[in-house]
């Protein structure tokens, strides 16, 4: 079985303060790690997936295989970051010999001014 | 065109009608999704469709019926729902459900009310 664990429901921080969206997962294969935004009255987009190691909107995640964790960083906190961030998990599905996705409950990021 | 596009936005329907959700993508895409999400919460897988064949169904009622009638469209067709259905639709595509680190690309999604 596949579990995205994403404890905060809720994180506010003020602009210039640094963030981290906390995210652990379970998972008995080798995992696909993404992260998931959702601006408010946008679609869900990709904003960072693990194998690709990059840094998106000043934003970075590491895959702790140690610890099963792919925590969001980001140094310096904007307004404009403020909306819901989801967690999501790539595991390999036997049956269908393809990948299922599954998302934590999210995370809702508000950066006061 | 890097986007999928989902008709219509909105939706009200009656627990008697019968209605029809429809996606787009013309990325080349081989796998779609449909996903059901309520307010506040992750999306729920509800149905994979990988070259135009049914993958996975994750024991949805029958009163949603998806359909792939090529690999640019799907589409999920709506009958006698519950109230309870109402949510946000969305669809979604990847390029392939077996390659590594293919990502989802989401539509803005129809917001369904069953009166």
């Known amino acids: 079985a596949q579990r995205v664990t994403q404890p905060e429901k809720l994180l506010s921080v003020f602009k210039g303060a640094p963030v981290e969206l906390k995210c652990n997962y379970s998972y008995s294969g080798s995992p696909e790690l993404f992260w998931y935004v959702q601006y408010s009255r946008q679609r869900l987009q990709l904003l960072l997936r693990?194998?690709s190691r990059e840094s998106i909107k000043g934003f970075t995640a590491d895959l702790n295989k140690g610890e099963t964790s792919f925590h969001l960083k980001k140094p310096f906190a904007q307004e404009e970051d403020s909306a819901m961030y989801y967690c999501?998990?790539?595991?390999?599905?036997?049956?269908?010999?393809?990948?299922?996705?599954?998302f934590g409950e999210g995370t809702q990021l508000t950066v006061n001014p | 065109d890097t986007e999928v596009t989902q008709t219509p936005k909105h939706l009200v329907m009656g627990m008697t009608n019968k209605k029809s959700l429809k996606c787009e993508q013309h990325?080349?895409?081989?796998?779609m999704y449909w996903y059901k999400q309520k307010a506040k919460k992750p999306p729920e897988l509800m149905f994979v469709y990988s070259y135009e064949k049914l993958s996975i169904n994750e024991s949805v009622p029958s009163r949603f019926s998806p359909e792939c009638p090529n690999s640019s469209l799907l589409n999920l067709h709506l009958h006698a729902l519950q109230p309870e259905d109402s949510a946000l639709y969305l669809c979604?595509?990847?390029?392939?459900?077996?390659?590594?680190?293919?990502?989802?690309?989401f539509g803005n999604g129809t917001r369904l009310t069953v009166t």
């Open positions: 999501a998990l790539s595991g390999r599905n036997k049956e269908t010999s393809g990948s299922r996705l599954t």
């Open positions: 979604a595509s990847s390029q392939d459900l077996q390659g590594r680190n293919s990502p989802l690309h």
């Open positions: 990325m080349g895409h081989r796998a």
């Open positions: 693990h194998i």
